[in-house]
């Protein structure tokens, strides 16, 4: 089991300013105690990070925002909102991205202890957390848009997030409501992993099955890429129409790959409604502000992020851990149009 300072101060019998004393080899204490707190540190086997090396840092005020995929421009209005509402509460805001290939959890632990964090917002990843990990992670953590999981003690996090599975569901409940059957759907993959865009991925099941509507795994445009999200909406749309002729509309995953899949059908001589309708996932200005303008799902991004301070600084102060879940809303902008038979 791991150690902090203060609990080495606390089986010496001192102070945890004495403790970083006789660590940094600094300041005034007597052989007696340096030995006493040198006996803990070998029995515990202590290693001390850099806030223990440098006791100042202690009194820093920082917390942490470790965003997977920073470049989503979605992230990026909630970035926006976390820098502005942190820095009024008087503390500075690390802001940190995640890659595909690193572990989000991996990097809080890490970086908790280098930078000597108060606190900690991650923004993206997955749902796949196991309680042996998250133990690891000794300061307040909220989780924006995705949770823990089951395995994780939802006293040992805070969380803000969408019902990502129903608000999917919603959007292809209303191409079908539209009359629409041949429905593709852009995603990234895997499909197995606990992510947004799986639980997305199960909505779009859930909404063909309840209204009856067949499955053709044709009309499912999924791979692995490290395309831009326009870029990966363009190439898979192009799949899509290459192998199903008869597709009459789509729902992407996220609205740059919305954009990225309007594109793809423009080029291609169709139009939008009136030969495809698309529909996308978030509600950036982008969509909005392409033409034709794209309906979506809108995420509520400034009052999301907003509560994921408050959450943190709730925590930071004592406070019992929460979870919220937002609602979205569908924007109807024109991209969408009932089938003509």
């Known amino acids: ?42 029995e515990y086997n202590y290693i001390p990070n850099n806030s223990a090396r440098n006791l100042k840092s202690n009194q820093s005020k920082s917390v942490a925002l470790l965003v997977k995929s920073i470049t989503n421009p979605f992230f990026q209005k909630m970035i926006k909102v976390i820098e502005q509402k942190v820095a009024l509460r008087g503390y500075q805001l690390i802001i940190q991205n995640v890659t595909n290939l690193q572990n989000e959890l991996d990097i809080a632990i890490s970086e908790a202890k280098d930078r000597n964090l108060q606190g900690v917002i991650i923004m993206g990843g997955s749902f ?73 991925y199960r909505g779009y099941i859930r909404a063909l099955e309840q209204y009856n509507v067949p499955f053709d795994s044709s009309l ?31 729902f992407a995953f996220a609205d740059i790959v919305a954009i990225g899949a309007a594109k793809a059908i423009l ?53 019992e851990t929460r979870h919220m879940v937002f609602e979205s809303s569908l924007l109807k902008r024109g991209s969408c149009a009932a089938i003509h038979k």
């Open 128 to 200: 796949n957390y196991t309680a042996a990990k998250f133990s690891g992670l000794k300061i307040p953590c909220v989780l924006l848009t995705v949770s823990a999981g089951d395995e994780v003690s939802l006293e040992s996090y805070s969380s803000v997030r969408i019902n990502d599975e129903l608000e999917a569901f919603k959007a292809v409940e209303y191409l079908i409501s539209m009359g629409h059957r041949r429905i593709g759907f852009i995603m990234n993959a895997p499909v197995d992993e606990m992510t947004p865009n799986s639980l997305r």
């Open 220 to 250: 499912v445009a999924s791979e692995f890429s490290s395309l831009s999200g326009y870029d990966f909406g363009f190439k898979m749309m192009k799949q899509l129409l290459a192998q199903n002729k008869d597709v009459t509309a789509v």
């Open 1 to 42: 089991m791991e150690v902090t300072i203060k609990e080495i101060a606390k089986l010496s019998g001192v102070g945890i300013t004495t403790v970083s004393r006789v660590i940094n080899n600094s300041g005034p204490v007597s052989p007696k105690t340096r030995e006493k707190v040198m006996a803990v540190v070998r």
């Open 267 to 319: 080029s291609s001589g169709l139009k939008i409604p009136e030969n495809i309708s698309i529909i996308g996932f978030d509600g950036i200005e982008e969509a909005e502000f392409y033409h034709p303008s794209i309906d979506t799902i809108s995420q509520p991004a400034e009052q999301m992020a907003l509560s994921s301070v408050e959450l943190l600084f709730d925590m930071l102060q004592g406070g």
